[in-house]
């Protein structure tokens, strides 16, 4: 495409032109540099268009690395030999101190099902009401599938974002990354939050036995629920895991897919993560349309991430401080509150 061509293609999908099957294979499939860089140009064109040069920064807390399931692809799943930590709610009460005033969008209180909150699940609905009363701020819970009347609860106790990531939309590959759980499920959870007033996440996982076609379903797939955040991530074999020798990929596929995510939901959020590449990654996915960095930690954290690139490195780079000033050094700035609160539709 030449830069005029370009420009009209940003500004169709501006005024609302939505991509075939075709336009997704064709976008997925570039492999040049040139032509990848033209894609990333059009994604930040449509970016900037709805947000400027506003991020949004999500703060993550893994509050329970204990989890009863077996995904494949997953640190944290129950067959891992491993040190995992629960913490106590003064924990997070402390951990919310540090927190105040800090610049934090929205709080993320990620878990693994962990039986004992699976086991009585209003402690889990207690802890999103404590961090709601400390800090007032939006919430996102990550826990998996919560059943409907705990993730009511949950909102009526300060819940406004449910994440739960599908990773994939084509089933078999669905039942060897998910295994043993259930594919509508999943999809069920994210849409009964939806219909309840939550503002729901979808994710993708990629660099693991996704081609174009897959993707394309994937992305399909997820576009009929109608999420508010989309994201992908680059699968990071796992020591310990059933996919623990599988080869690393670069980064491409989830840059692309970034961009692509951008162009197919033009004015949703998308997530440049700190988990897969740290800040240096950050700016990559910034380059191709994410516009909301996660997994940003508390303050001298030693909490865990979930891809962890960083496992066993001293420093681990994943500070607010640090975002705010390369994003500041792209020419970027933290939105304000009140932007991120009209995303959630308040
Ligand atoms: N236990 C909850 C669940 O599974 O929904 C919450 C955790 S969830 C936010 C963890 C997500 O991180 C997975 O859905 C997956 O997309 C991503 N993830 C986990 N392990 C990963 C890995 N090894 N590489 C890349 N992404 C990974
Ligand atoms: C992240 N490590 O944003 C977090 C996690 C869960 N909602 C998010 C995957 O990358
Ligand atoms: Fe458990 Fe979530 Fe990891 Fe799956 S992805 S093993 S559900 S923590």
């Known amino acids: 495409m030449t830069p005029d061509e370009m420009d009209k293609f940003a500004e169709d999908i501006i005024n609302g032109a939505s991509l075939s099957d075709e336009d997704l294979k064709k976008l997925l499939a570039i492999e040049s540099e040139e032509e990848l860089e033209k894609l990333y140009r059009t994604a930040r064109k449509v970016r900037d268009h709805f947000f400027g040069n506003r991020v949004f920064l999500n703060c993550f807390i893994y509050f329970s690395t204990y989890c009863k399931n077996r995904c494949a692809f997953c640190y944290y799943n129950c067959e891992n030999d491993i040190k995992r930590y629960r913490l106590t709610r003064e924990d997070i009460k402390e951990t919310c101190k540090v927190l105040k005033g800090a610049g934090f969008h929205m709080i993320d209180l990620t878990m693994g099902e962990d039986p004992y909150y699976y086991d009585k699940p209003e402690r889990f609905v207690e802890l999103v009401r404590t961090v709601k009363e400390e800090l007032n701020l939006p919430i996102m819970i990550s826990p998996g599938v919560m059943n409907n009347e705990i993730l009511l609860k949950a909102r009526e106790n ?189």
């Open 158 to 346: 300060g819940a406004d974002f449910l994440a739960l990531y599908q990773e994939t939309y084509d089933r078999e590959r669905y039942a060897k990354l998910r295994v043993g759980q259930s594919f509508e499920g999943r999809v069920n959870a994210r849409r009964f939050a939806k219909e309840n007033g939550y503002c729901v996440e979808d994710g993708l996982l990629t660099g693991i036995g996704n081609d174009i076609e897959s993707t394309v379903l994937s992305l399909r797939g997820m576009k009929a629920n109608n999420p508010d955040m989309v994201r992908v991530m680059t699968f990071i074999p796992q020591e310990g895991t059933p996919l623990e020798g599988a080869q690393q990929s670069s980064n491409l596929s989830e840059l692309k897919i970034i961009a692509v995510q951008r162009l197919f939901f033009p004015d949703r959020l998308i997530p440049a993560s700190l988990d897969v590449e740290g800040i240096d990654g950050m700016v990559h996915r910034l380059n191709a349309g994410a516009n909301i960095v996660t997994s940003i930690l508390p303050p001298n954290s030693e909490l865990d991430g979930v891809a962890n690139y960083d496992r066993g490195l001293k420093e681990r780079d994943r500070d607010i401080k640090s975002v705010i000033s390369r994003l500041e050094s792209l020419g970027m700035e933290p939105a304000s509150q009140a932007d991120f609160e009209k995303v959630l539709g308040h």
